[in-house]
């Protein structure tokens, strides 16, 4: 993963009631945490737009809030907690939190007890994955990276589209190739979106994909389309794709398998696949099964 930019928060306090002793939850205690927020701040540094990077005095306002808020037992819990609200901010995409409780019940001498956790963001709500094949025996590569993808531990298919046969986009004075056959599928995962693509990069290069040329022909393509809401974009990956609202190939079987889904910044997927048009003849409506 290319090395991120860090915003650190240090020292936030909060009197809190923490702990697993009934004096701990009755008197209270203080207690401070250490923020580091990985997140990528050079489009932000470009234009001086807050709205590019992260406003840390809201992550500040969170943190404190878990201090202050609700009593429970672990430390450990309270850093999850710390953590998790960070990752609430799209533009985080890797958060280290330190809780300390130097007030802690420990019968000898000691300065501080801390609890350290570090956390990824991970994919929020359904991926929505666009296959595509057009060498090969494409029906089975595709039916057989989607269960490679089904069979690893953080993955499920949770749905998969009609297969759409469709020419192929090539580029000007090259020559034609076969038709393509395409799919969506809904995936639920906690992978973070970048080993979500290094997973599926694996896959392709399992069944023979080369990238040497960009309209080339293919044995197997897989596209990250979206991540729930998530916004993501660096050298290596765009959330949404930035052309996913002009391929009529993935927005056709995305609407058949998820009618009411909505491309974050382009609206409705069913109204979008209407006015590009699928392009293309459906196939088998169910060509793959967990």
């Known amino acids: 993963m290319t090395a991120l930019d860090r915003i650190t928060l240090t020292g936030l306090r909060a009197r809190g009631t923490h702990g697993v002793l009934p004096a701990e939850r009755e008197l209270g205690q203080e207690f401070s945490a250490d923020v580091v927020l990985h997140v990528d701040t050079r489009a ?20 404190v809030a878990v201090l202050a808020g609700p009593p429970v037992d672990l430390i450990e819990t309270v850093a999850a907690r710390i953590a998790d609200r960070a990752l609430r901010h799209p533009r985080v995409r890797a958060v ?9 019940p420990v019968p000898v001498p000691f300065a501080d007890v801390t609890v350290h956790v570090h956390r990824t963001a991970g994919a929020s709500g359904d991926v929505v994955l666009a296959l595509g094949a057009n060498l ?15 069979r690893h531990p953080r993955v499920a298919v949770t749905a998969v589209s009609p297969l759409l046969r469709s ?12 038709d393509y056959l395409n799919a969506v599928a809904l995936l639920r995962t906690d992978l973070p979106p970048r080993e979500l693509l290094a ?5 392709e290069l399992a069944h023979g994909r080369v990238r040497t040329e960009r309209w080339g022909a293919r044995p197997l393509d897989l596209d990250l389309v979206a991540v729930g809401s998530l916004t993501w974009q660096d050298e290596d ?26 491309l974050p910044g382009h609206g409705s997927v069913a109204e979008l696949a209407d006015r ?3 392009g293309g003849q459906w196939l088998d409506e169910s060509w793959w099964e967990a």
Do not use: M
């Open 167 to 178: 020419a192929a986009v090539v580029a000007p004075g090259t020559p034609p190739q076969p």
């Open 276 to 278: 590009v048009g699928d």
């Open 199 to 203: 997973l599926c990069q694996g896959i």
């Open 136 to 150: 090969g025996d494409a029906r089975t590569t595709l039916r057989d990276a989607l269960t490679q993808l089904d």
């Open 44 to 63: 932000a540094a470009a234009d001086d737009d807050l709205s590019a990077t992260v406003n840390y005095a809201e992550v500040a306002q969170d943190a």
């Open 96 to 104: 280290d939190v330190t809780v300390h409780k130097p007030q802690a």
């Open 237 to 262: 990956l765009t959330l949404p794709h930035p052309r996913a609202h002009e391929r009529g190939f993935v927005l056709a079987p995305w609407a058949r398998v998820a009618p009411d889904a909505v």
